[in-house]
């Protein structure tokens, strides 16, 4: 009884899944582009002292925030366990996070990460970005259309 229970569990779950495939994959293009609309010319090298959070665009891209206001916009290649990963680590020589010499750590048993390029994101504009897609066409409804007593 249990085992049939969680198999129409699991098969409920795919099926939610396989239907809100197309809108994730259209949030997540959107992330990408308010990321790279936001991002800046590409720097050498970054002062890194604490990771305040960090957010996976792709298998190959990452965002960083080194403070709530200051993010960087990271190309690693391609990452196998970035997009699933809990937590991530980066690798820095004297508080600074180096192009070509640095890598993200994802976890164990899975290989380090190459950082092959940089660049700083402009976050107040980075929210403007985000703002712009959140806004919806809202319509007003017609009084005809409502039902009496409601």
Request: contains cysteine.
């Amino acid at each position: 009884m249990f085992r049939t229970a969680s198999w129409v569990v699991v098969a409920l779950a795919m099926a939610m899944s396989a239907c809100s495939s197309a809108p994730y994959a259209q949030r997540v293009a959107q992330r990408q582009a308010a990321y790279a609309a936001a991002a800046g010319a590409p720097v050498r090298s970054f002062h890194f002292y604490e990771l305040y959070s960090w957010e996976p665009l792709s298998d190959g891209q990452l965002a960083v925030y080194t403070q709530a206001n200051r993010a960087w916009l990271l190309d690693v290649g391609t990452c196998p366990n970035l997009e699933f990963a809990n937590a991530i680590g980066l690798t820095s020589f004297a508080n600074e996070v180096s192009m070509n010499f640095d890598k993200v750590l994802t976890g164990r048993g899975y290989p380090p990460c190459f950082i092959t390029k940089i660049r700083p994101v402009d976050v107040a504009r980075l929210k403007l970005e985000q703002q712009a897609q959140r806004k919806i066409d809202a319509e007003s409804r017609e009084q005809d259309s409502v039902p009496a007593g409601r």
